[in-house]
Nanobody, 118 residues
Framework: QVQLVESGGGLVQAGGSLRLSCAVS????????TGWFRQAPGKEREFVAR????????NYADSVKGRFTISRDNAKNTVYLQMNSLKPEDTAVYYC???????????WGQGTQVTVSS
C-alpha cells in the first residue's frame, strides 16, 4: 500500500510563498505520476500540477502556470510544490496523489490547508 503525507500548508498573505511537501512511503514502477490537487470550500477538487518520477516531465493547470513549480527528490521519495505569488483564490485544501497501474490517481494523502489572506 502506498501512503502519502503532505506538509507545509499554512496561512500567508497575498503575494507570499509556501512550499508543500509530499512524502511517498513506497514507490513502484506503477506510481508513474504524483500530482497535487486542491479543493476549495463548496467547489470540486481540481488538478493543480503533476510530475513524472522517471522523466521529470511536468504539467500544470492554467491557473497556476508561472506561479507554482512542482519538483521531486527521487532519493527521498518526496514531491514538492513551490507556490509563489499566492492569491486569495488559491485558498484550499491541497492533496497529494499518486497513480496506480491503471493510470488513475488511486492513492491520496490527508490534505494540508493553505489559506491566503487579502
Amino acid at each position: 500500500q502506498v501512503q502519502l503525507v503532505e506538509s507545509g500548508g499554512g496561512l500567508v498573505q497575498a503575494g507570499g510563498s509556501l512550499r508543500l511537501s509530499c512524502a511517498v512511503s513506497r514507490r513502484t514502477f506503477t506510481n508513474y505520476y504524483t500530482g497535487w490537487f486542491r479543493q476549495a470550500p463548496g467547489k470540486e477538487r481540481e488538478f493543480v500540477a503533476r510530475i513524472s518520477w522517471t522523466s521529470g516531465s511536468t504539467n500544470y493547470a492554467d491557473s497556476v502556470k508561472g506561479r507554482f513549480t512542482i519538483s521531486r527528490d527521487n532519493a527521498k521519495n518526496t514531491v514538492y510544490l513551490q507556490m509563489n505569488s499566492l492569491k486569495p483564490e488559491d485558498t484550499a485544501v491541497y492533496y497529494c496523489s499518486a497513480t496506480s497501474a491503471t493510470g488513475n490517481y488511486a492513492y491520496w494523502g490527508q490534505g494540508t490547508q493553505v489559506t491566503v489572506s487579502s
